[in-house]
């Protein structure tokens, strides 16, 4: 009997630090501020303003991403060349004319944009960059999409890196989007 009180008290021990512990970690990185990620509107793009997860809002550079990936969809969505060419690095600008800009971007519509996660770049050419995890639904004319996701609505998952003072988006490499028509 006494043996099998222990084990009871055992287990309601152990019970009790996981309820602990998963209520410190759900504190720390729980539902994001409005709750889950947004759902993909039943048409269009959805709302423009960029929210953040909760992972990405306790990052010390948050408020400072979010402001900059607001700059950046804004411009996408007003078509407006010159504020877009201010949000990116450099390098980013030079690689894409604006007559090139304005024909990939010229139908385009971003919404139901959330960035999920801000981690802090750790190759030694980044120092002080950021990678952002971004979820976002993008529409467009199906002549305007992208070869491999012929859709008017696309559900985008993307790392972009942000560098430099003040930070702006750089060129991604292969891989670090992935679309889904949705």
């Known amino acids: 009997m006494a043996r099998g009180r222990i084990v009871v008290t055992g287990l309601v021990v152990v019970l009790v630090a996981g309820g602990v512990t998963a209520a410190v970690v759900g504190s720390v990185r729980g539902a994001a501020p409005e709750g889950e990620a947004p759902a993909v509107p039943q048409a269009g793009a959805g709302s423009a303003v960029v929210t953040l997860s909760a992972d990405a809002a306790v990052h010390p550079r948050a408020a400072t991403v979010l402001t900059q990936m607001q700059r950046y969809f804004d411009a996408i969505n007003a078509g407006d060349y010159a504020s877009w060419q201010a949000t990116v690095t ?3 600008a030079a690689a894409q004319t604006e007559d090139a800009w304005r024909k990939a971007y010229r139908s385009t519509k971003d919404g139901t944009i959330r960035i999920d996660r801000i981690d802090d770049a750790v190759a030694p050419a980044a120092a002080g960059g950021l990678l952002v995890r971004v979820g976002f639904v993008s529409t467009q004319a199906v002549a305007d999409a992208p070869p491999d996701t012929q859709a008017e609505r696309i559900c985008w998952h993307a790392t972009l890196p942000l560098a430099g003072s003040p930070l702006r988006v750089g060129a991604t490499r292969s ?8």
């Open 90 to 92: 450099p390098d980013r």
């Open 175 to 182: 891989g670090s989007s992935v679309s889904e028509v949705c």
